[in-house]
């Protein structure tokens, strides 16, 4: 521990902003990889009763079991079905504001991680240049000719690289598997949307009789 | 997602950076050297030579002061001695040597160097002896005077540059005295060099460490008598690599011999360098350490080396 700590207290002020910015990137994976799951977004028992809906008569009770689970899924069929006497295209004029919020939910957070893959590297870089400048002022005291003390001094001044790019690799990889992951489950969200409006377009009565 | 658990998940990171920062040492090794760890100098066998500072005892032998009786013989060398056993002869009628001497394998010395044995220094008369002395112990009281007063605070960068340029010896300003611990061998054969750029690594640089950096280099500098067959006959050569602690008074402690290869007799100026060095000037206040470790490399090589 004491070894680490001197680690990181010779890379500088930046170490700082970058130890932030990784905690600030592990709790966004660790909230993630908890609201992320499939089995909290894509219900089976809202699933289950979307499969079995054979009528009109079905909506209400469709309506109750959804209003028991929250999340996008839920909301978003809750949504379609609470409006399904509208117009089949106002219905889906509803589903898609819904589903925009939804998604918004979904994805919310995965900006601030894209933001810490990609200002971790940065901050790191910014430590260096600040460590360079320092092994600068060495070799206006002492000359080229200590090769020592500057590979010393530049090698301090790398530790606030090494930091970045710890952070901002694991960042970097984490966002991108949680963005395909959102992406997919509002692709499955949309799957059994379409297929709730067409159940509902199917049940409309005809007009004209 | 609630604001509770959004801080107990914030909480959670924490938590895990400090367990990540308390178990790194057991997981993940950062130091390469562990790693891919150097392997053990043959010289230096398993465990390095641990040198022992204490002072040796003082068992010499006692010494008698025995003045020349003022009615003792004294014979005058003679001004013509044609036997080439003697030197006053030889210094005459000196042979000299063909103008282009066969070269072989084996190294040699080209023979042209200073030498205080060579170019002996005019006598002095006792008088200007006498006072020559006494401005000599002058300018050393002087000296340790300003040394003093110098350990009592940090040097600057640029009271070691006066410091240094009052040390070189300046053509043109008077009689140059010859250095007490200065032996009769020079040590600047042009083909043998001892390397002081970068011999010098500490354990932290997070100090003003330049000006001390180059007042201990010069200080070792002084101290580094070779042994003849390397400063003038070129036939040894070597490196060593010393490490020994600092202490704020400037006290040496723990010298250790890390490695060395070549001539032991190398080994032996590098380490009575440092030895003889000692005591160092005084850590400057704001030093971050308990104590300043020092990581010497001694490289002692011939240019031109041959074969």
């Not at chain 1, 598997?177 to 997919?184: E, I, K, P, W």
């Not at chain 2, 063909?98 to 205080?116: E, I, W």
């Not at chain 2, 006598?123 to 000599?136: D, H, T, V, Y």
């Not at chain 2, 723990?254 to 100026?269: I, K, N, P, W």
């Amino acid at each position: 521990m004491k070894n680490v700590w001197e680690f990181l207290v010779k890379g500088g002020i930046c170490m700082i902003p970058l130890f932030l910015c990784s905690v600030a990137g592990l709790a966004i994976v660790i909230e993630k990889f908890i609201s992320l799951q499939r089995r909290k977004i894509i219900v089976p028992e809202v699933v289950s009763v979307l499969e079995n809906i054979k009528g009109a008569n079905d909506f209400p009770l469709a309506v109750s079991i959804c209003e028991k689970h929250h999340g996008p899924f839920a909301n978003i069929i809750r949504s379609t079905l609470e409006n399904h006497n509208l117009p089949r295209e106002e219905i889906k004029e509803t589903l898609l504001d819904q589903g925009r919020q939804e998604v918004h939910q979904l994805e919310k957070g995965l900006g601030v991680l894209e933001t810490v893959a990609g200002i971790g590297p940065l901050l790191g870089l910014l430590g260096t240049v600040l460590g360079i400048l320092k092994v600068f002022k060495v070799i206006s005291v002492m000359g080229v000719g200590q090769a020592t003390s500057l590979a010393a001094g530049i090698s301090e001044a790398l530790i606030t690289t090494i930091a970045g790019l710890f952070i901002g690799i694991p960042a970097l990889v984490a966002y991108n598997y949680f963005s395909s992951r959102a992406d997919a489950l509002v692709l499955e969200i949309e799957k059994y949307s379409n297929r709730l409006l067409n159940k509902i377009s199917s049940f409309a009565p005809v007009q004209g009789k | 997602m609630e604001a509770k658990v959004k801080r107990q998940i914030v909480l959670l990171s924490i938590l895990l950076h400090i367990l990540i920062l308390a178990f790194w040492d057991s997981f993940i090794q950062l130091d390469i050297t562990r790693i891919f760890p150097a392997p053990p100098p043959a010289a230096a066998a398993s465990s390095p030579l641990v040198f022992d500072l204490a002072q040796p005892a003082q068992n010499n032998l006692p010494r008698e002061v025995i003045a020349t009786p003022a009615d003792a013989k004294i014979t005058p060398n003679p001004q013509k001695a044609d036997f080439l056993s003697d030197k006053n002869a030889l210094a005459r009628n000196q042979v000299q040597p063909p103008a282009a001497l066969p070269l072989g394998d084996a190294p040699y010395a080209t023979g042209d160097f200073p030498s205080h044995d060579l170019f002996p220094q005019p006598a002095i008369p006792e008088k200007e002896s006498a006072a020559a002395g006494a401005q000599l112990e002058e300018k050393t009281a002087d000296a340790d005077k300003s040394q003093a007063e110098a350990d009592q605070e940090p040097l600057s960068g640029e009271a070691v540059d006066s410091t240094l340029a009052q040390a070189k010896p300046q053509p043109g300003r008077g009689k140059t005295l010859p250095r007490p611990s200065m032996p009769g061998v020079a040590h600047d054969h042009p083909d043998t060099q001892v390397a002081d750029s970068g011999g010098l690594s500490f354990n932290t640089y997070n100090w003003d460490f330049a000006p001390y950096m180059l007042e201990l280099k010069e200080r070792i500098r002084r101290n580094i008598f070779p042994p003849i067959a390397f400063s003038q006959l070129g036939l040894i050569d070597g490196n060593t690599m010393l490490r020994f602690k600092i202490y704020p008074s400037g006290e040496l402690r723990d010298l250790e011999l890390l490695a060395y290869e070549g001539h032991h007799s190398l080994m032996e100026t590098s380490t009575t360098a440092i030895k003889v060095s000692a005591p160092f000037r005084k850590l400057p206040g704001n030093f971050p350490e308990p104590y300043l470790q020092v990581t010497a490399k001694f490289s002692f090589f011939i240019k031109n080396k041959r074969g």
